[in-house]
């Protein structure tokens, strides 16, 4: 993609679909196309394009047309090699693109000069316009015509779109991140995009990305400080004003900018916080030289910004734990410390009938489910909220009441009663009373019989949950009237294979979920639904009924303890450790969110 004097939104959609494979393991690796698939003008991703080989049997030929089209470079000029003229001219690359687990080629008829194929395969997800990845699942099945001419089989009959295997889509794509901000801009908030490119061209692609802003669904539950009025000046350099290597090495970058003319202080360094942070995370490295209208974005930065001036909205910022360790244990809330556990003053460490528990992000305020001790139909639960070392009292209650989580704000904790009433318990912070506010799920409502489990991401911007079993991701909005709506679900564990039974947030990226298995109890999923993978097994006695993570440790509890997973240690060293503390004893880890 080039960028020119301006950049705004590209007009068509693009659609590719990604697979999710639990058993083997198989993923996407870590890392969309930034406009409609067919349409990026740019240098191929290979150096030199695919070139039909002569004499190749038609099979064979549609497969290296495939292959071929996985470089979407200038409408997928390479792919059009394998096309009859009149072909190449009609076929709409732009339509689509399908992402299948494998591709199975089959024969229908044959002659002298025209064969005709089947093309199948399991088709598992969707990329949106801008390179916006959507699980989806499937079977994908289309007609192929080819014409044998000058000796030479080519295609003459296809449908639109372009269908791509995932292994060939695995080695062209790579996942990257916009970055945005949450309502309070405090904050920022992952919008993964799938690029095809060059690492020099990967600042141009993103940015132009960034200004194009978030997809539509996300649009509505976050800040952006790019208004339509936004755009580039010129080309993006090095630093110095190099045109070459862009994004390479080292040499820093440069992006000018118009449309901020007007614009406060406060907004352009949360303009600036944006692109960094989305070229940081891309591996694309300082100084940030930012400019609008040919000077610089602050006077206080005219030599460019580091990643240390935005530090406040670094990704992982909020996805550490500062609070430590805590348990449910005997149905009382302790601290965990390496020499055991003591419980906490105040109600939450005295009662002895909590089944879930959730920490306000700072530690002051507690939400719990306790169990009330009647029979049903009365109420068996009581969702109960108070500070960490005074008294509580009950807020709501119901047969079922999932485990709470505490809004980014720490304002109020959400929870699902019965399966289907999503509510959340509103703390005034002048008067400390709360009132419980009914969350519009009607969405998510709508995906099964029964929600089990609703984790808040640490920047409230979206809610992971569980629905029959199942993982979706929905968006949290603050409608006009005020009412907060979970938005826009969408499966992200599809291919797991077993019921989900706990989950959490790992990073604003990331969600750790235990499923009913035995073989592999723990699995983590990005937000996009693009990858799922494994997580180490040893140590662990199935079943894994209850998960909580931060950034850097995800914690569990299974049939016989409390168990931890280092992140940071080298990866032939990974295993899950009995916690500290917590040995030998049946307990639940609790984190704060």
């Not at 393991?25 to 969309?32: E, F, G, N, R």
């Not at 801008?130 to 079977?139: H, I, K, L, M, S």
């Not at 339509?228 to 992006?255: F, H, N, Q």
């Not at 639960?381 to 009441?401: H, R, T």
Request: hydrophobic letters at 40%; one cysteine or more; a negative charge.
């Amino acid at each position: 993609m080039t960028i020119g004097i301006t950049h705004r939104r590209a007009a068509a959609a693009v659609s590719i679909f990604g697979a999710l494979l639990l058993t083997g393991c198989a993923s996407l690796p870590d890392t969309s196309t930034p406009e409609a698939i067919g349409t990026i003008a740019r240098e191929p991703v290979s150096a030199s394009l695919p070139q039909p080989a002569p004499g190749r049997e038609p099979d064979l030929l549609l497969r290296d047309f495939f292959s071929a089209g996985t470089d979407p470079a200038n409408r997928h000029v390479g792919a059009r090699q394998f096309l009859t003229p009149d072909m190449s001219a009609k076929w709409d690359d732009a339509a689509s693109a399908t992402l299948v687990d494998k591709l199975d080629v089959l024969p229908d008829t044959r002659t002298a000069d025209h064969a005709t194929y089947t093309i199948r395969g399991k088709r598992v997800g969707q990329l949106q316009a801008g390179g916006a990845y959507q699980a989806e699942e499937g079977t994908f099945e289309g007609k192929v015509g080819l014409r044998k001419a000058d000796n030479q089989w080519r295609i003459d009959e296809l449908p639109a779109g372009v269908v791509m295997e995932l292994p060939q889509f695995a080695s062209s794509y790579q996942r990257k991140s916009l970055y945005f901000l949450d309502p309070t801009g405090t904050a920022t908030v992952p919008d993964p995009r799938w690029i095809a490119g060059s690492q020099d061209q990967t600042a141009a692609q993103l940015i132009g990305l960034l200004v194009d802003g978030p997809k539509p669904a996300l649009a509505p539950a976050i800040q952006n400080e790019f208004s339509d009025k936004v755009s580039i000046r010129g080309p993006i350099t090095k630093a110095d004003g190099r045109t070459t290597s862009v994004g390479v090495g080292l040499g820093g970058i440069r992006i000018d900018f118009q449309g901020l003319a007007g614009m406060e202080k406060k907004n352009r360094d949360l303009l600036a916080a944006q692109v960094i942070w989305t070229l940081a995370k891309a591996e694309i490295s300082g100084p940030y030289v930012l400019l609008a209208d040919g000077k610089p974005l602050d006077d206080q930065h005219p030599n460019g910004w580091t990643t240390e001036d935005v530090a406040s909205l670094d990704p992982l910022a909020n996805a550490s734990n500062n609070i430590g360790l805590h348990a449910l244990r005997d149905g009382a809330l302790v601290s965990v410390g390496d020499s055991g556990v003591t419980p906490i003053p105040g109600y939450f460490g005295v009662v002895n009938n909590l089944r879930s528990i959730a920490l306000s992000r700072d530690g002051n305020l507690i939400a719990a489910v306790a169990d009330t001790g009647r029979q049903a139909p009365d109420p068996t639960n009581a969702l109960m909220v108070g500070s960490y070392d005074g008294g509580a009292f009950p807020v709501a209650d119901g047969g079922v009441i999932s485990r709470p989580s505490w809004a980014a704000d720490d304002g109020s904790a959400w929870a699902v009663i019965d399966g289907t009433r999503v509510i959340r318990a509103v703390r005034d912070p002048q008067t400390s009373q709360v009132s419980v506010v009914n969350v519009d799920s009607a969405a998510v409502n709508a995906l099964g019989k029964s929600i089990t489990e609703l984790r808040l991401s640490r920047d409230g911007v979206r809610a992971a949950m569980i629905v029959d079993g199942k993982v979706y991701v929905a968006i949290v909005v603050q409608q006009p009237n005020g009412v907060f709506a979970l938005t826009n679900p969408q499966p992200v564990a599809i291919g797991l294979g077993s019921p989900a039974l706990s989950l959490d947030w790992t990073t604003g990226e990331s969600v750790v979920i235990a499923r009913a298995a035995a073989d592999v109890p723990v699995v983590m999923v990005t937000v996009d639904g693009s990858r799922m993978d494994a997580l180490p097994s040893r140590n662990l006695t199935a079943p894994v009924t209850s998960v909580d993570a931060a950034s850097t440790t995800e914690f569990v509890a299974d049939a016989r303890a409390v168990f931890q997973l280092n992140n940071n240690d080298p990866v032939e060293d990974r295993e899950w450790r009995e916690v500290r503390g917590l040995a030998g004893l049946k307990a639940i880890p609790v984190l704060p969110g």
